[in-house]
């Protein structure tokens, strides 16, 4: 007999064959299995507590702003009411929210999945931390604040001066670190439940996710 490549239920467990062995699926490695052989993805799961009245007004704001600023859309496909533009971003199913949209735009993420923020370690020698921050609300919100956070706060610039003009040059390129730190909240897995970690060092900056990457 072929093994089933659909875990078994058995008295409420869930239990599959690897190789001459048998193995239980639980929590997190049950949704896992269960999205890799059916193709489900827990992003896309619609949420029945939230709609796009609750959803956060200056989320929307940026949104459209950076949309608008990088030509990723155009005004008129932006100048759309706020259900009509999640429609058109595929965040809406039969007309409830997913649970991507209530990460991206709800001024609470937390309610879909706790562990939906960003944390910010300012570390000296070894394992001491001098102070840190954790940045809560909406992804786009958090995204839009992170990186003037880490320049503002957490960086310190080397000063110099090119005749009377003052320059002031940082460790890391800003554009290098907006970029990681995008690319770590875009491909987080939320389903998780771990915070986005960015641990910054006089010399090194950290920034790690819980990220799936792909098979192979």
């Known amino acids: 007999m072929r093994p089933s490549s659909f875990p078994i239920s058995y008295h409420g467990e869930f239990h599959y064959r690897s190789?001459?062995?048998?193995?239980?699926?639980?929590g997190v490695a049950l949704s896992?299995?269960?999205?890799q052989k059916t193709g489900f993805r827990w992003e896309d799961v619609a949420v029945d507590t939230i709609t796009v009245d609750d959803l956060?007004?200056?989320?929307?704001?940026?949104?459209?702003?950076e949309a608008l600023r990088r030509k990723r859309m155009t005004e008129d496909e932006l100048n759309l009411p706020n259900e009509e533009l999640?429609?058109?971003?595929?965040?809406?199913?039969?007309?409830k929210l997913k649970r991507s949209a209530v990460l991206?735009?709800?001024?609470?993420?937390?309610?879909v999945q706790n562990g939906s923020h960003v944390q910010i370690g300012r570390f000296g020698e070894g394992a001491d931390i001098l102070y840190q921050d954790m940045l809560e609300g909406s992804l786009i919100s958090t995204a839009d604040k992170v990186v003037d956070l880490i320049f503002l706060k957490y960086l310190k610039a080397?000063?110099?001066?090119?005749?009377?003009?003052?320059?002031?040059?940082?460790?890391?390129?800003?554009?290098?670190?907006?970029?990681?730190?995008?690319?770590a909240i875009i491909h987080n897995c939320y389903m998780y439940g771990a915070p986005i970690q960015i641990r910054i060092e006089d010399e090194v900056m950290i920034i790690s996710n819980s990220c799936i990457l792909p098979e192979g």
């Open 104 to 111: 991206l735009f709800y001024h609470d993420p937390a309610v």
């Open 32 to 35: 896992e299995f269960i999205m």
């Open 56 to 65: 956060d007004d200056e989320s929307f704001k940026i949104f459209r702003r």
């Open 19 to 26: 190789g001459a062995t048998k193995q239980q699926l639980t």
């Open 158 to 183: 080397k000063i110099t001066f090119e005749h009377d003009r003052r320059l002031e040059t940082f460790p890391f390129a800003r554009n290098a670190v907006r970029e990681a730190v995008y690319n």
């Open 86 to 95: 999640l429609e058109k971003l595929h965040l809406m199913k039969d007309g």
